[in-house]
């Protein structure tokens, strides 16, 4: 290629950029006039993957976080009773989405933190109605914290645990759709994966039953509305407690007998990984003693502490 078309093709390029940028600083600034918020919210939520640097522009704009805020707490009174229409609850996730852009960037990430922004979608994670305007909604938060933890970051997990985030994901890991099951038992196994997350789970036994309860009620859910995604996480969730001495202890008592005997073979046939976890949580919870011949994994595979599948819900159409 010539040099002349090399400069070309550069220009172009950079142009591109340009106006990719001048487009999402309008879009930003429409973000704080009221008539024009919902169609800028729409577009820089669909287009937020192609703005390098959405987030500190988002951060750093005058009055733009304070316009997302506004739109939260603008459906607060909807939640109870439950009326959020489903072009409400679109509105809002599209705000939410910008937030959680600001959530994983690592230049805002702790203006986000030290804000206490995430305390404004707790009210969110509080409900019960099993609609799917509130499921979205429940959904899109919990991307939001997702967003957090999905970097090992421990100013995070502190953060975290000093709010009531532990029971609210439990909420959901009881009575919300799959993947918002999914999601939030994710950030229950990032925040137990956190030395400061292990310790306090397992500092009382009312926090270690706590989980333990809610993880056993899916893991019969399980068995019979088959799901390996969220079971990969609950299994990694149990692993982790049983690093805990006084946590495994207990757990030989109230491992659910589903996981020790071969009711998820055929579910784990083509994830070695979780068969491995699954596989060194009996070892753990047994003492060191031997496994049943049925739950052993091939020798020479690799080890599946290296990687850990990360669920993240994305943008969904009602």
């Not at 192609?50 to 750093?60: R, S, T, V």
């Not at 009382?204 to 893991?219: D, K």
């Not at 994830?271 to 496994?291: A, E, P, S």
């Amino acid at each position: 290629m010539s040099a002349a078309l090399l400069q070309s093709s550069a220009g172009a390029s950079a142009g591109g950029k340009d106006r990719r940028m001048v487009s999402a600083e309008q879009l930003v600034l429409e973000l704080i006039i009221p008539e024009q918020r919902e169609n800028a919210l729409l577009d820089l939520s669909k287009k937020r993957e192609l703005f390098q640097d959405l987030a500190p522009m988002l951060w750093h704009s005058c009055g733009t976080i304070a316009a997302l805020l506004q739109e939260i707490v603008s459906i607060y009174p909807m939640l109870a009773p439950p009326t959020l229409s489903a072009g409400a609850s679109n509105r809002v996730c599209n705000a939410l989405a910008l937030l959680q852009c600001v959530a994983s960037h690592p230049e805002t990430r702790t203006y986000f933190l030290n804000a206490h922004i995430p305390l404004y979608l707790y009210p969110f994670l509080n409900t019960v109605s099993k609609t799917r305007p509130f499921e979205y909604l429940r959904l899109t938060s919990l991307g939001v914290i997702g967003a957090l933890v999905k970097v090992d970051d421990t100013d995070v997990i502190n953060f975290l645990l000093s709010t009531e985030i532990i029971p609210l994901c439990l909420r959901t890991m009881e009575m919300g759709s799959e993947l918002s099951k999914t999601v939030a038992t994710f950030i229950v196994q990032k925040i137990l994966l956190d030395d400061v997350g292990l310790a306090y789970i397992c500092a009382t036994a009312e926090r270690f039953f706590a989980v333990g309860a809610v993880l056993a009620s899916m893991v019969s859910m399980l068995a019979e509305q088959p799901s390996v995604r969220l079971l990969k996480h609950i299994i990694r969730c149990y692993l982790r407690l049983s690093d805990n001495s006084r946590a495994c202890e207990a757990l030989k008592n109230c491992l659910p007998e589903l996981l020790r005997d071969n009711t998820f073979n055929n579910f784990l046939k083509e994830d070695v990984t979780t068969r491995r976890w699954l596989n060194q949580l009996l070892i753990n919870v047994n003492g060191g003693g031997q496994l049943h011949p049925s739950q052993r994994v091939p020798a020479g595979l690799p080890n599946p502490l290296s990687s850990m599948e990360q669920i993240m819900p994305g943008q969904q159409n009602m």
